[in-house]
């Protein structure tokens, strides 16, 4: 790693014993870092970094002097990624993509007074003890896959797809790989999968792929879930791995400038409850 970059192994020690560290932090070799050095770091050690990213599945930049919204797309703009899309501000992110990022990167610009953590938790975590405790609703997720679905009432669907005519709002849904089932009192209800909810990573372990932490059916308009076979998923199993996976998170406290860079593949990540105010940007990126 250039001498701009310099790994602290020490810095986070949750979960115990985590080799490599979970997320890798990164800091500035020197006293004055220039976000220019940062860029020109990050081209050079890009194949070093994406090792980082296969390993520990998260790094966090701190310390460097990313201000804005513009010296984000600096160092976004440093990977050299294809975006898929940019998000701003304190309100919840609403995914329409039809196929999922790469890599998430984050941007602290304003740091909550209180709350507001990023839970960050690998995924091969996740799996594995999920496997151990529930084998059956594992192997039913791998074989099966996920549907995730929810409802619009009539003047959401019209705007989400920007026309009130059914039909032009069933082609754009299926250029987002979705399918609409037009309900008699006016809603619509929005079907994306089968998508797979297991998947394999590089170094032959297998991840927990899914958004099952983002679904809560008792709250309006959220994603439900259910196999790709339309059968329902089990309750207990369902509400085990939300608990497995709020009791194995890491909580990442935010400061002013921090950059976090996660492998979307390996690790999943919610959002904690905060006071205002708070301001996270999010880029979105395909690696190929």
Same mark, same amino acid.
């Given at each position: 790693?250039?001498?701009?970059?310099?790994?602290?192994?020490?810095?986070?020690?949750?979960?115990?014993?985590?080799?490599?560290?979970?997320?890798?932090?990164?800091?500035?070799?020197?006293?004055?870092? =220039?976000?220019?050095?940062?860029?020109?770091?990050?081209?050079?050690?890009?194949?070093?970094?994406?090792?980082?990213?296969?390993? =520990?599945?998260?790094?966090?930049?701190?310390?460097?002097?990313?201000?804005?919204?513009?010296?984000?797309?600096? $160092?976004?703009?440093?990977?050299?990624?294809?975006?898929?899309?940019?998000?701003?501000?304190?309100?919840? *992110?609403?995914?329409?993509?039809?196929?999922?990022?790469?890599?998430?990167?984050?941007?602290?610009?304003?740091?909550?007074?209180?709350?507001?953590?990023?839970?960050? $938790?690998?995924? *091969?975590? $996740?799996?594995?003890?999920?496997?151990?405790?529930?084998?059956?609703?594992?192997?039913?997720?791998?074989?099966?896959?996920?549907?995730?679905?929810?409802?619009?009432?009539?003047?959401?669907?019209?705007?989400?797809?920007?026309?009130?005519? *059914?039909?032009?709002?069933?082609?754009?849904?299926?250029?987002?790989?979705?399918?609409?089932?037009?309900?008699?009192?006016?809603?619509?209800?929005?079907?994306?999968?089968?998508?797979?909810?297991?998947?394999?990573?590089?170094?032959? =372990?297998?991840?927990?792929?899914?958004?099952?932490?983002?679904?809560?059916?008792?709250?309006?308009?959220?994603?439900?879930?259910?196999?790709?076979?339309?059968?329902?998923?089990?309750?207990?199993?369902?509400?085990?791995?939300?608990?497995?996976?709020?009791?194995?998170?890491?909580?990442?406290?935010?400061?002013?400038?921090?950059?976090?860079?996660?492998?979307?593949?390996?690790?999943?990540?919610?959002?904690?409850?905060?006071?205002?105010?708070?301001?996270?940007? $999010?880029?979105?990126?395909?690696?190929?």
């Amino acid at each position: 790693m250039a001498d701009l970059l310099a790994a602290v192994a020490e810095f986070v020690t949750d979960p115990p014993h985590s080799n490599p560290p979970f997320p890798q932090v990164l800091v500035p070799g020197s006293d004055h870092p =220039s976000l220019e050095a940062l860029a020109a770091a990050i081209r050079k050690n890009k194949p070093g970094l994406e090792s980082l990213l296969d390993s =520990s599945g998260a790094i966090l930049f701190r310390g460097f002097p990313v201000k804005n919204a513009e010296d984000f797309a600096t $160092v976004v703009e440093a990977f050299g990624y294809k975006s898929m899309g940019y998000e701003a501000g304190a309100a919840a *992110r609403t995914y329409i993509l039809p196929d999922y990022p790469d890599v998430v990167m984050f941007f602290c610009e304003i740091a909550p007074p209180e709350g507001g953590e990023t839970g960050i $938790v690998q995924g *091969r975590t $996740v799996y594995d003890g999920m496997a151990r405790e529930y084998p059956e609703f594992v192997r039913n997720l791998e074989e099966k896959g996920l549907v995730y679905y929810n409802f619009l009432a009539e003047d959401e669907w019209k705007e989400k797809f920007g026309t009130d005519d *059914r039909s032009q709002a069933e082609l754009k849904a299926s250029k987002l790989s979705k399918k609409l089932q037009w309900l008699d009192d006016g809603r619509v209800k929005v079907y994306h999968g089968p998508r797979p909810a297991i998947k394999q990573l590089k170094e032959n =372990s297998k991840t927990w792929f899914n958004n099952i932490g983002s679904s809560d059916p008792t709250i309006p308009n959220l994603r439900h879930l259910e196999y790709g076979d339309g059968t329902p998923l089990p309750p207990d199993a369902l509400k085990a791995s939300l608990a497995f996976m709020n009791d194995h998170q890491v909580p990442h406290k935010w400061k002013p400038g921090d950059v976090m860079v996660v492998n979307n593949h390996a690790v999943l990540h919610s959002r904690h409850p905060s006071k205002p105010p708070r301001r996270l940007l $999010v880029s979105m990126l395909k690696t190929s």
